[in-house]
């Protein structure tokens, strides 16, 4: 019932910018937390970056000054802003939430379909 849905991936050359975006549809009756992760190829699924429904954010060290999270509570989306991107940075990028449908008595997390993510010459 619940979906995550992310878009703004694409190809960019280095030092450029993107600007992800994940929009969760469906009923929710209140969500968490939402973040971002990526996953390269022959490397493990990592953190990038997450905010709670309050504002507070985390970032994995590889991003730090260069990525900014955001979101938008009242659209249930969460926003990624890259900048100075490096090829190290291209990836899958997933977006998870932390959620409660209305079809659930507890909160779970959800997962995206994966957004690409390719920065080259």
């Known amino acids: 019932q619940v979906t995550l849905v992310e878009s703004g991936g694409g190809l960019v050359q280095p030092g450029g910018s993107l600007r992800l975006s994940c929009a969760a549809s469906?009923?929710?009756?209140?969500?968490?937390?939402m973040g971002w992760y990526r996953q390269a190829p022959g490397v493990e699924r990592e953190l990038v970056a997450t905010?709670?429904?309050?504002?507070?954010?985390t970032y994995a060290d590889s991003v730090k000054g260069r990525f900014t999270i955001s979101r938008d509570n009242a659209k249930n989306t969460v926003y990624l802003q890259m900048n100075s991107l490096k090829p190290e940075d291209t990836a899958v990028y997933y977006c998870?939430?932390?959620?409660?449908?209305?079809?659930?008595?507890?909160?779970?997390?959800?997962w995206g379909q994966g957004t690409q993510v390719t920065v080259s010459s």
């Open positions: 998870n939430a932390d959620l409660r449908s209305t079809s659930s008595r507890w909160f779970r997390e959800y």
């Open positions: 469906g009923v929710i009756f209140g969500i968490n937390a």
């Open positions: 905010i709670t429904s309050g504002g507070t954010t």
